[in-house]
């Protein structure tokens, strides 16, 4: 069954319950989030009696909101009041309702009843119920951060649903340190009514996502939800992360097959099988996805590997062995159109080591020349942000401004950027994913080389290792649409 | 609660959905048994000869396997030792009779009632070693041969699929037809719990399953 879920994400008014003054509690801070984050839409905050919260009139019952203005109620109330809230809500014209309230399954067995009328109810009044025990919702298109906590997130194409508030959160602040941007976010809480497969098919039809990200850690249901995720990466990549994947154990049976049935080799296959791409913790799981979102997705596994300096490539090319991903020998015409750039110290092979033979213009030219040969399929840059740093010593030093450091400082700064920028330009014009990875990345974030990479929309890698591993999960991911022609 | 098929009656199963096992042949008799293998040019000398039956679940540890058997004098003894080695609380037993098939590389197939997924499709790299390898994959059931092929693909032990000491690399379309049809045995016949097929020798690069082990659910056979 497929929910809409648009008064979810792009609601044109919100009604928030259990708003007071007081600074602390989640009614407060979710008003706070939203005015924060630049919600244009109505807000009707609700709370106990009328007063002002933020300078905003707190109105004293749902009653007070005019008819057909909000479309969708964010609960921070009391599970004993909440039905009743659901019912006036639903007499407004809400659609849609995120419970952030706790006290349902998660609180034994007055909440698991509780949580079932509440099944019962939102069934009734034709609502779409996130939630409960939740913690809120964020919609960059709609400049929405409906939660009891932060943050909001730059804008962008990856959709986040997640079995782990505290998981939204994370993704939501790798998206701020990678400049990677978020279309939607959502904490399933207990899923009483919406689960990740609910989500994930709206993800699908919604213009403003490209990628799926999800983290879960229980499996209910697990063949509806592996023929529902699977019609999925049909259409979109869904990047998946679990929890609780360490489950080594086997169950106790009769056979062979049994016993080596273990929950994670079981779900890595129907992974496969599904198309889903299957990270191994939080950071490769943001990293694939932001890969994903703003790379095209490569033709095949053979990859040429760009550096400045030597040992960065044979780190890449190590990260490769266990991989799908191959460094391909290079062509010999690509070889000749080398050796017309750089002096003849070059590797004269894959890693492409220019052994410090650029100019001024080598580093595009290479990359260019790669990323258009029809027989490399995606190209890794290692040495972003090298020139900059040299320049960020000599701008800090005592020597600064004089002896002409100041010019060289702006050259070296210029180029990283251009370098950055050139390998985003190149993969849009050539269709071959172009990747970036240095330790500045994390370390010296606003060394032009990276703060480039971030201008230009796109994901720096902080390890040659890091960027192989989600260039192998996005080359497996098209590998698994070409086999089925898709 | 669940019971197992004798390997008679397992390897039956899954030859009518076109799972390769070797040729094989079987009996309540000595008598009997010569006859058979008499009668069925496909199980050639020397063959392993294999007392089976419900309720006979190790064959191995009680010593019930007899392999390399070169010639019916050889076969005959066996099938006298094997029948005498029945003891009441088998039940029916009969000795099943195969060609003898070597191979250096084995592999594991099988099936699997999944509590979270249903059905599941295994396979692994080992036989009788799986267990501890655990170079396994798994996909929910139904597969196409697509999935199979990448079943294969997504062992990690990569190398014992190319040329091998002296044995051809694995014929890929092989295993695949061989994990298809497992497959469908998963999806035409009612309350499997499980199947091995273990260990799945490669001979000449193609798969041989030389031992089956069905199980289903009990409700099933009354």
């Known amino acids: ?486 | 609660m669940s019971i197992t098929l004798s390997e008679a009656e397992s390897r039956r199963v899954v030859t009518r959905y076109g799972v390769p096992v070797s040729p094989f042949v079987t009996g309540t008799s000595t008598d009997e048994v010569i006859e058979a293998v008499a009668a069925d040019p496909t199980v050639e000398y020397p063959v392993v000869a294999k007392l089976c039956g419900r309720a006979i679940a190790h064959k191995t540890e009680r010593g019930l396997v007899r392999l390399r058997l070169a010639d019916a004098a050889a076969l005959r003894s066996a099938c006298d030792d094997l029948l005498a080695a029945a003891r009441p609380d088998d039940g029916d037993v009969e000795v099943l009779v195969s060609t003898m098939v070597d191979g250096n590389r084995e592999l594991i197939a099988g099936l699997n009632d999944d509590p979270q997924f249903g059905l599941t499709i295994m396979l692994g790299v080992g036989g009788i070693l799986a267990e501890a390898i655990r170079d396994v994959v798994f996909r929910v059931v139904p597969i196409t041969d697509i999935d199979a092929g990448e079943m294969i693909d997504d062992l990690a032990t990569q190398r014992l699929l190319e040329e091998f000491r002296g044995e051809p690399a694995l014929d890929r379309q092989s295993l695949i037809d061989a994990l298809v049809g497992l497959a469908a045995v998963g999806e035409q016949e009612a309350d499997i719990v499980s199947i091995d097929l273990n260990p799945l020798i490669l001979v000449d690069g193609k798969p041989i399953a030389v031992d089956a082990l069905l199980e289903l659910n009990q409700e099933a056979d009354q």
């Not at chain 1, 699908?204 to 999800?214: F, G, I, K, W, Y």
């Not at chain 1, 499996?219 to 994947?245: C, H, I, Q, S, T």
């Not at chain 1, 062509?331 to 033979?357: C, F, Q, T, V, Y």
């Open chain 1, 1 to 486: 069954m497929s929910h809409d879920l648009s008064a979810l994400f792009d609601p044109k008014g919100i009604i928030i319950t259990g708003v007071s003054n007081h600074p602390g509690k989640f009614g407060f801070v979710t008003l706070h989030n939203l005015l924060v984050s630049g919600y244009e839409g109505n807000i009707f905050p609700v709370g106990r009696e009328p007063s002002e919260a933020l300078g905003r009139p707190v109105l004293g019952s749902i009653d007070e909101v005019p008819e057909g203005e909000a479309d969708m109620v964010f609960i921070c109330t009391p599970q004993a009041v909440n039905e009743d809230l659901l019912r006036a809500a639903a007499a407004k014209g809400v659609k849609a309702a995120f419970f952030a309230a706790a006290g349902y399954r998660e609180a034994g067995p007055d909440g698991v009843e509780a949580e079932r009328r509440l099944v019962a109810l939102a069934d009734e009044l034709g609502i779409a119920v996130a939630g409960p025990n939740g913690q809120g919702v964020v919609s960059t298109p709609s400049k929405m951060c409906a939660q009891i906590v932060a943050p909001y997130a730059p804008a962008g194409r990856i959709a986040v649903a997640s079995q782990s508030g505290n998981f939204v959160s994370s993704f939501l602040n790798l998206a701020h340190h990678t400049g990677v941007g978020i279309s939607r976010a959502v904490a399933a809480g207990n899923a009483a009514v919406l689960g990740i497969a609910d989500y994930v098919e709206w993800f699908a039809d919604d213009p403003e996502t490209s990628v799926c990200l999800v983290y879960m850690e229980s499996v209910d249901n697990g063949r509806e939800m592996f023929e529902r995720l699977k019609a999925v990466a049909e259409r979109k990549p869904v990047v998946v992360v679990k929890g609780g994947a360490s489950d080594a154990g086997a169950r106790a049976a009769a056979s062979h097959t049994g016993a080596l049935a273990s929950d994670d080799a079981v779900f890595d296959g129907m992974c496969r099988q599904a198309g889903l791409i299957r990270a191994r913790d939080v950071e490769e799981a943001f990293e694939a996805a932001a890969t994903l979102a703003t790379q095209p997705l490569p033709a095949g596994e053979r990859v040429v590997v760009v550096t400045t300096v030597g040992g960065w490539g044979v780190a890449a090319v190590d990260a490769m062995s266990g991989t799908r991903l191959v460094a391909t020998p290079l062509p010999a015409d690509l070889h000749a159109a080398i050796d017309e750039k750089l002096p003849p110290r070059w590797s004269k092979n894959n890693p492409i080591d220019m052994a410090g033979g650029e100019t001024r213009d080598t580093v595009p030219e290479i990359m260019e020349l790669a990323a258009s040969h029809p027989e490399v399929d995606s190209v890794l840059f290692l040495g972003l942000g090298i020139q900059s740093n040299t320049a960020a010593m000599m701008r800090d030093g005592e020597f600064y401004p004089d002896h002409g450091l100041e010019r060289i400082v702006g050259f070296h700064e210029r180029q990283d950027a251009r370098y950055a920028e050139a390998a985003a330009e190149i993969s849009e014009r050539t269709g071959t994913p172009v990747l970036l990875a240095t330790e500045l990345a994390n370390a010296r974030p606003d060394n032009p080389g990276p703060a480039g990479a971030r201008s230009a929309g796109r994901m720096c890698h902080s390890s040659a290792g890091r960027a192989i591993r989600s260039l192998d999960l996005m080359t497996r991911y098209a590998q698994w649409r070409r086999a089925r022609g898709l």
